[in-house]
């Protein structure tokens, strides 16, 4: 047979079987290292709204996770939250989250995940994906190219977790944030302002931000003091529309973000600020004129001057009973004209001691 001939023929037959292994049956295969890698197992799982892709060579393992499971594509690297991770058969690892040191490159860890389909008929997931990962320390480094993952199938099998997020995940620190930010207990101070940031970061790089909304909140989040009351700007933002100047809680042509008593009751925000709501009525006491909502303005419960009628643990602007009868102070008409000022509160006896003060 011609030589020719017989090189071409092997040739079609080691592409033609290339081709079955790639497109005809389950497989994760790359070029790792300038030699060829093909895992001899594979599975993928769903889990908390990621994909997880998980090929194992001997002792090898190449972990592929995505921030979600719509098809397209998942950068990886530089801050980004999908994450490509191989474990070296001497149990070294590497990661796509991990920097390389200075000394050894300047550039981040890069690379890309491309889900082309997960069937849920199939219940298979396929793609492609390269990426170049470090070490810990950032001084070792592997490089993957002309991944592929086809119909691996979807078996909920695997127990490893992402170092990064997905966008469920980052969602739902959003929300328990929020909670805690909205709860005044304990009070938000700049160290949960910074949390939120990160959070919003996170949330940005693993969620689809197609109208540039997640974005925007990044971008508003301010969590410098201006006025030092303990209070980031941004959380002195109560309308929550990004501008920090038209948020004025006493008017007195102070924005929040610069007033150090926002709510003009005499007590410092920073004061009001430890101390919750004691109202319990959803408005934190800096931004309260009525601490104790007794129908009593706080600044004329002696608030800056810590005035206590009682001698109870509680002076009187967070004290639901100022004179410590047992008789509520809103129940003790200390406002009739409901202006807040108790210049008209009753006194029965007419001793000119007001009756809520008096036991």
């Given at each position: ?71 397209g594509n998942y950068p990886l690297g530089d801050n980004n939250q999908s994450e490509a991770r191989y ?178 009751d005499g007590v410092l925000t920073n004061f009001e600020n430890m101390r919750g709501d004691t109202d ?10 009525d601490d104790d909502n007794d129908g009593v303005l706080s600044i004329f419960e002696g608030a800056s ?55």
């Open positions: 047979m011609n030589k020719n001939l017989l090189l071409l023929l092997l040739v079609s037959i080691f592409f033609g079987c290339a081709d079955d292994v790639e497109f005809n049956n389950p497989a994760v295969q790359a070029n790792f290292e300038g030699q060829s890698w093909e895992a001899v197992a594979q599975s993928a799982s769903t889990k908390d709204g990621g994909l997880i892709i998980r090929a194992v060579r001997g002792t090898e393992t190449l972990l592929l996770f995505t921030t979600r499971t719509d098809a474990r070296a058969a001497d149990g070294t690892i590497y990661s796509t989250l991990n920097a390389p040191d200075p000394s050894v490159q300047v550039f981040p860890s890069d690379g890309l995940i491309e889900i082309s389909n997960v069937d849920l008929v199939s219940n298979t997931a396929t793609g492609e994906f390269w990426f170049n990962a470090f070490t810990a320390d950032g001084l070792n480094s592997v490089n993957f190219i002309d991944g592929v993952f086809f119909q691996v199938p979807i078996l909920q099998n695997i127990q490893e977790d992402t170092g990064g997020s997905t966008c469920d995940l980052a969602m739902a620190t959003i929300n328990d944030l929020q909670a805690e930010i909205m709860a005044f207990e304990p009070s938000p101070d700049v160290d949960l302002c910074l949390q939120y940031q990160v959070a919003l970061e996170v949330q940005v790089l693993s969620c689809v931000d197609s109208d540039g909304t997640l974005q925007m909140m990044l971008d508003n989040v301010d969590c410098n003091d201006d006025d030092g009351d303990g209070l980031p700007n941004s959380f002195e933002d109560v309308n929550m529309d990004g501008n920090l100047d038209n948020d004025d809680a006493d008017m007195d042509g102070i924005p929040n973000y610069l007033d150090n008593d926002d709510d003009g319990e009525d959803g408005i934190p006491n800096y931004l309260d004129m001057a810590s005035q206590n009628t009682d001698g109870d643990s509680l002076v009187d602007h967070i004290d639901p009973d100022d004179d410590g009868d047992g008789i509520l102070t809103a129940n003790e008409n200390p406002d009739p004209n409901g202006d807040g000022d108790p210049a008209d509160a009753l006194d029965t006896d007419m001793d000119g001691t007001p009756d809520y003060l008096q036991n």
